[in-house]
């Protein structure tokens, strides 16, 4: 149109806040000034210098009454859709709330009810987490309860705290577990958990059960193996030992990979078709297949979005979440992940709701995808239906209707454009979204209807002034219908649930990197965790230990205490590493004392500079300082041990504490043994910079002491 032409000024005053509005300027009025923001680049040096302005922006709201629109009827009267199942988080696959345990309160119960607490936050209706296997599994691995066959323990990790608190602030969240890998017992030496399915069964239903006994979590759903081949004969075998163990309530999700072949095959095995629940699929870019349809199933996006918690990101969800139902009838959509709570500079860095990765400093950034996902989850509930009356807006876009089949009805309405809506995976195919009308009439049981609540967020690109899940003026039906003028990148939420929230708390303390002094003796008794905080194990499991045979003072320690390489999900290293601490630093001492355990072949590293870490840490380089039980040692330029660097006798055995401690300057490094030099000036070409890490040689036990680094 012709005013395309002009440079708008914003701050005039068009629809002021304080005017009187009908319920098409509450909407109008938001759309248009958020609008005239993305036109107003230059702007701000023409107002006294464009007399005609003033009359231009008239034309221009002249010109919203004449956009192209249409008309939609929400109408029960044929008939619901789908049951609606939630919206929910993931925490793992893997290690992806690793940091957030170590914050302080009152900054983790904060993070906490964002994500959990209803009608304040996010307002999560589902929480998924990884059983863990002792693997690697995207950005760290998980402990398992069983890392040997005659052992058993449910306090390892943080997942079983984490569905504790997400009950205690929601105590009708829906809990899911799925494997990503499996402790390398239940393979008996091969890397599948399927040769002898009742050992994988009994050891899933086991983490059931511990839940319960020691938790008093009640788990709604269980899952066979995060994104490989699923087995018939175990899944029949799992259905069959849930029973046998009480645990009927407890239902299967299948297959957490494709569509296909698992629908396909429940179409064609009526045995298998009566014991899956529900078909998970991941990624599935809003779309189903015939097949998992016919199932007559629940379908759901069992794990999506796991992109950049950004503006875009936001988008990203927004457009899912609606177009999920939409085009797949998709009644559950997922998040990977819960909370970006990991180094940064790990796979996939920030792909969550929100952000906590600096316990350190208690920073945290509740991001966009938060805002959008409440727009759902806090007018609907599981249990609510979708009309059969939903679809695709005539501009593009979409709009979703759910009723609790008792008078409420909650709308949700997003205008993504694509390249404000991107998702790491599947490619989005091109589509177009312009600026339009909508008229919805209100039909069957909801005809009666007089006023309905208003909230809206825009995702504003140009200036980076988005509105995020703000409350309007309520809208007021007339004649059974009202009308909207919707803007580029909008979500509006219109219902008649009058309990919404935007929660806020004070803002937390500002970001700050990673002490440049740390220290950990890990001298706890009875250590709240079994990981000591802020070290992120990416292959191997590091634990607490208390030493009942060290009389002096190394009674309470660290412990690597996998020796059987697991049955794996991601490419783990043959080597165990965790690591810590700042990615950027460059110079350092890093010093530990170190026991190994495994005699003539045994040995362990401290290491600086690593560069690489979660499904890629198998190529991390740095500069790794080892020594091995045959009185050898090694410095090398990565962790497989191919660049050698220095090599010499230490005299270091089995059985005994010796003190580490590596010196980096610039391009030089120097090694120490109990105080005294054992090799300088090695030099150093390929690593830059990194993390700390520590480490063993293979998987075996060995233990970890007063650890110290002081980055230079």
Known sequence: MAAASFSFCPALPLLSSAEPRDRAHVIAGESLRASLRQMAGSCRSVRRREPGLQHALLLLVGSVAAVAGGTYSLDDSGGLGRAFDGIGGLSGGGATSRLLVNYAEPFRSQILDYLFKPNFGASLQILKVEIGGDAQTT????????????????????EWWLMKEAKKRNPNITLIGLPWAFPGWIGRGKNWPYDFPDITAFYIVSWLIGAKQYHDLDIDYVGIWNERPFDKKYIKLLRFTLDKHGLQRVRIIASDNLWQPISVDMLRDVELHGLVDVIGAHYPGTLTVNDALKTGKKLWA???????????????????????????????????????????QLPFGR????????????????????????????????????????????????????????????????????????????PLPSFNVSAQNATFSLKGSFNKLQTLQVWYSKLDFSFNKSTLFKKLSPIKVSGGSFSLTLGLDEVYTITTISSGQKGNFPNPPASQPFPRKYKEDFNVRNPPFTEAPNFADQTGVFEYYCNMSDPGEHVFTLRQ?????????????????????????????????????????G???VAARVNK??????????????????????VTGDLAGTSVLAEGMSGVGAGKWHTLSLHITGIFASGFLNGYPLWKNAIVTDADHGWVAIGTRSFEFAQFDNFMVEAL
């Open 561 to 601: 205490v996998v020796t059987q390489k697991p049955i794996t999900w991601a490419a783990d290293a043959d080597q165990t590493i965790s690591v810590i601490g700042d990615y950027n630093w460059k110079n350092m001492i890093v010093t530990c004392d170190i026991f190994i355990e495994t005699l003539n072949v």
């Open 351 to 426: 792909d969550g709701l929100m952000t906590a990765e600096e316990p350190w400093s208690g920073h945290y950034v509740v991001e966009t995808p938060i805002w959008i996902t409440a727009h759902t989850t806090q007018f609907t509930q599981p249990g609510w239906y979708y009309l059969k009356t939903v679809g695709h807006l005539d501009q593009g876009g979409s709009y979703v209707a759910l009723t609790d089949r008792m008078g409420n009805l909650t709308i949700i309405i997003e205008t993504m454009t694509h390249d404000h809506s991107v998702c790491i995976r599947p």
């Open 603 to 605: 040995g362990v590293f």
């Open 613 to 634: 870490g979660g499904e890629v840490v198998r190529r991390a380089k740095g500069v790794f300082f080892w020594v091995f039980a045959d009185g050898t040692y090694q």
């Open 139 to 158: 950005d760290g691995t998980e402990p398992s309860h069983m890392h040997y066959a005659d052992d058993e323990n449910y306090f390892r990790g943080y």
């Open 302 to 344: 069992s794990e999506d979005y796991s992109t950049f918690n950004d503006q875009t990101g936001g988008g990203c969800w927004a457009r899912i979440l609606n177009q999920n139902y939409v085009n797949g009838n998709m009644t559950a959509t997922i998040s990977w992940n819960l909370v970006a709570s990991y180094y940064e």
